[in-house]
């Protein structure tokens, strides 16, 4: 007897990716003459040089759908033909609908039922997980999977711990099911430790502490971060999902072709890889040019790293990305 043949693909593959930044560059030098800082002590922190600022006018889903239509465009897929639409996002254009909704209607993805994911900067992993499943069950053929963030808008300008590490922009990912079963998404292994909650947040706006003059005043609606904290455990819970995605696949460090990492800045990730012995040089680094652009960073890594035609077919390719929450996790894809 013949074991029983499954229904569906075993696992999803990236068929198109594209990215999108505003035009606006906000260098280090700007940022001197808004706030006690200096282009050394950002650069030498951070890694970063400049940031990009949306324009006036251009919300969220405008850079996800102008990212979106690129890797549309490269996957070969109408948007009619979407079925499901994820947006990583903690920036949408407002509290109510999603940010998925606005992008699915301004696509004209009427098929696609659309949802955002709010994990912060872990976001584009997460949606691009939930996505993976959904083509692993045969719940959708193609997936559009977005990484868009507008954080210029919601961090205060006059704190230097914060405002110097942001930069708006969107990346997106268009998923279809595999046909070579060895190529794909591997796996992904997401987490969340939500007693760290208060190392970074934006304390108020929601239901706990509604929008007041009080909360303005204070600035409860902007970011808030505990940097040490944050650095400290991104360095240690990442090398630990990097592993835990190597182990589940049977795949060794040395078997890592690329690493497409959340940037939240060079200083996290050069620690993470070498606590895992990889080269830098194998990780897709664009920090130094947007900043930390939370969930659109992942699927920005990823599409220029495939347009400059660094991934080869069969190369393995280490994912990584945390934020708030904190939420984080590690994913390997077969390219
Ligand atoms: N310019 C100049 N000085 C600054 C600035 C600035 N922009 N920001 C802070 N400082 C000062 C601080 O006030 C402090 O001064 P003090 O000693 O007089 O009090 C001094 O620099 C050192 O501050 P630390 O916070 O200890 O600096 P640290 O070396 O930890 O670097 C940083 C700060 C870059 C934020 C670091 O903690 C970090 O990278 N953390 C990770 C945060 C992160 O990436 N968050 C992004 C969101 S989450 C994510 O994407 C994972």
């Known amino acids: 007897m013949t074991p029983k043949q499954t229904p569906f693909p075993s696992r999803s593959r990236v068929l198109g990716t594209g990215s999108y930044a505003p035009k606006r560059v906000l260098t280090n030098g700007d940022l001197e003459r808004m706030v006690a800082t200096s282009d050394e002590w950002i650069v030498t922190r951070t890694g970063i040089r400049e940031r990009r600022v949306a324009a006036e006018g251009e919300d969220t889903s405008d850079m996800a759908v102008v990212a979106a239509r690129k890797a549309l465009d490269m996957a070969g897929v109408a948007p009619q033909d979407l079925d499901m639409i994820v947006v990583g996002t903690i920036s949408a254009d407002m509290p109510l609908p999603s940010c998925a909704a606005i992008v699915q209607a301004k696509l004209g993805a009427s098929k696609a039922f659309a949802f955002d994911v709010a994990a912060a900067c872990a976001g584009s992993l997460y949606a691009l997980s939930i996505a993976d499943r959904f083509i692993a069950t045969g719940g959708a053929k193609r997936a559009l999977v977005i990484g868009a963030e507008l954080l210029t808008r919601l961090v205060d300008w006059s704190d230097r711990n914060t405002c110097v590490l942001f930069g708006d922009a969107a990346g997106a990912m268009v998923l279809g099911p595999s046909e070579d079963s060895s190529r ?72 890592i072709d690329h690493v497409v990492s959340h940037q939240a800045n060079l200083r996290i990730v050069e620690s993470v890889l070498e606590r895992l012995h990889v080269p830098i040089e194998k990780c897709w680094v664009n920090l130094d040019r947007y900043g930390n652009t939370s969930s659109a960073s992942l699927p920005i890594s990823l599409d220029e790293a495939n347009r400059a035609g660094r991934l080869k077919e069969g190369d393995v390719i280490a994912m990584m990305a945390i934020g708030a929450g904190m939420a984080w996790g590690g994913a390997l894809m077969r390219w």
């Open 184 to 255: 794909g998404l591997l796996s992904a292994h997401l987490h969340t430790d939500g007693t760290a909650a208060d190392i970074l947040s934006i304390p108020g706006g929601g239901s706990r502490t509604p929008q007041s003059t009080q909360v303005l005043e204070r600035k409860l609606h902007k970011v808030h971060m505990d940097g040490r904290e944050v650095y400290k455990f991104a360095v240690r819970v990442l090398p630990l999902a990097i592993q835990e995605a190597l182990d589940a696949n049977g795949l060794a460090v040395a078997d």
